[in-house]
């Protein structure tokens, strides 16, 4: 995560006339900067500005319609449905009740080990319990570009709700919500807290650290023994008279029993986690709980090809039910795997087209024109490159020959990363206030938004706990946390 400056914010004064004398009092500050300031203070005692400038702050949250209310809400208890049936299709699949090229698709560049641990009877119904889906608002509707089962933008969501709630905005999830959600992972039925819980956070993850910090902070401000923990802070023991061990964290507040920990790592990055295979081997003996669970099929961006490949659209609707189905497939783009494989000369990869003309063949697009790439390339998963939008590439926005050179990095890389093409679809332009810190000024700008709505479960109850808009400049191809975006949590209408 990047950062802005610690020495506090140039916020500009209402007063546009010469700059006042020495001995002069400060004109005083208007509303618009008055808000920043506010917001930039609850930033910093976060310790999410620092160093340099991350992003921009805007007086105001991001401006929802009743319209986007109602998507959102809805949205939350799809995607809970998608999951489950996901993890369903994938298992019937190693099973042999569904096609076998399902869980193969899937398994492809896995450790062995690592999927014969996810599959064990013990985990078969566990799934991700936190869900951020990427969204873009389109001139015709709502666009998933992908979802993430291990999302980053908690705690800077989380501290964004409570700046600005504390301004008195009505705020999608509300002001609270971020914790509230999170806090609910981690409670039994009757809604107690059940334990210790241990925030892991990998080096891989770093820049994450401050926040998830700010999250266990706030957790224990709440009445909850939670701790964000290095997996060094980590130890194992063996109870007497038995043969598993129990896991206790190193904290300020001396060294303590877990009972839950969020796994706030990347799979791929499994080996260079010290004591992952003891943290997993406690978890498998069900000494402690970990989410997101440990199923790297949970965690693939080609899932949105599975939901749209036309042999699984009978397991879809009976698993989903048919409105869901209909719903997510008019959400999610149409979403292809890169398979070098040939196809039977009978054959066409479905529903891809290039003029107008099916295709059989991925290389057939590597001499296809600007116009005709309007699509986007990037790892499907369990790869350093498939998060942060470090793997994604624009199809029309980079000349022909790169455009084949990815292609066929993405072909080659099929055994071990595969990669997924998948339509691009334009945001629409909002404009938006911030407050420029180059010239200490409040600015204007007119960029495009990506919404991160936040869902936590608990059982099969869905909340909503806030959207984080990242609204970037409208020249931007790839909508992500960069320095010249505007990051705001998403304001309920108003009345």
Request: charged share 20%; net charge negative.
């Amino acid at each position: 995560m990047a950062h802005v400056p610690a020495t506090g914010p140039v916020i500009p004064h209402c007063s546009e006339t010469a700059a006042p004398s020495a001995l002069s009092p400060a004109p005083p500050l208007c509303e618009e900067s008055r808000r920043c300031l506010s917001v930039h203070h609850a930033l910093q005692a976060a310790g999410l500005f620092e160093s340099t400038p991350a992003w921009r702050v805007s007086p105001v949250p991001f401006q929802l319609t009743a319209q986007d209310v109602s998507f959102f809400e809805r949205l939350g208890p799809q995607l809970w449905s998608f999951s489950k049936a996901l993890n369903r299709l994938y298992l019937d699949s190693v099973k042999g009740k569904q096609p076998f090229w399902v869980h193969q698709y899937l398994d492809q560049g896995k450790p062995p080990a690592l999927l014969e641990y996810a599959r064990m009877k013990r985990f078969r119904e566990a799934v991700p319990h936190v869900i951020r889906p990427d969204v873009i608002p389109t001139e015709t509707g709502m666009t998933i570009t992908e979802l993430d089962s291990v999302p980053g933008g908690i705690g800077m969501t989380g501290t964004l709700s409570s700046a600005y709630g504390a301004l008195g905005d009505a705020l999608a999830g509300g002001a609270d919500g971020m914790i509230d959600g999170f806090a609910t992972l981690f409670r039994d039925r009757s809604g107690e807290d059940v334990g210790c819980v241990a925030i892991v956070v990998s080096d891989e993850a770093e820049d994450y650290r401050n926040e998830m910090d700010w999250v266990a902070c706030r957790l224990r401000a709440a009445g909850a023994d939670a701790y964000c923990v290095h997996p060094r802070d980590l130890r194992f023991t063996e109870d007497e008279g038995s043969l598993s061990p129990a896991l206790f964290a190193r904290t300020p507040s001396g060294e303590r029993p877990v009972s839950h920990v969020y796994r706030f790592f990347e799979l791929f990055d499994l080996d260079n986690i010290p004591k992952s295979e003891l943290l997993m081997y406690t978890a498998k003996k069900g000494r402690v709980s970990v989410t997101p669970p440990y199923k790297p099929w949970m965690e693939e961006k080609l899932a949105f090809a599975l939901l749209h490949h036309p042999i699984l659209e009978g397991f879809w609707s009976d698993a989903l039910g048919p409105d869901v189905f209909d719903s997510l497939r008019g959400v999610m783009p149409k979403t292809w795997i890169v398979d070098p494989r040939p196809v039977p000369p009978s054959a066409i990869i479905p529903d891809l087209t290039l003029d107008g003309k099916a295709v059989s063949d991925w290389r057939q697009l590597a001499h296809a024109t600007q116009k005709q790439r309007q699509c986007v390339l990037k790892p499907s998963g369990f790869s350093e490159l498939a998060w942060g939008s470090r793997g994604v590439v624009v199809g029309h926005d980079i000349p022909q020959s790169a455009w084949a050179a990815k292609l066929e990095h993405a072909l080659d890389s099929f055994s071990s990363t595969p990669y997924v093409f998948q339509a691009f679809h334009k945001g629409r332009s909002y404009e938006m206030t911030y407050w420029d810190e180059r010239t200490g000024q409040l600015a204007s700008m007119e960029g495009r938004a990506r919404l991160s709505p936040y869902y936590f479960v608990s059982g099969d109850e869905v909340t909503l706990g806030g959207i984080l808009a990242t609204v970037c400049p409208k020249d931007k191809k790839v909508l992500h946390g960069m320095r010249d975006a505007i990051l705001a949590p998403c304001a309920l209408p108003t009345r």
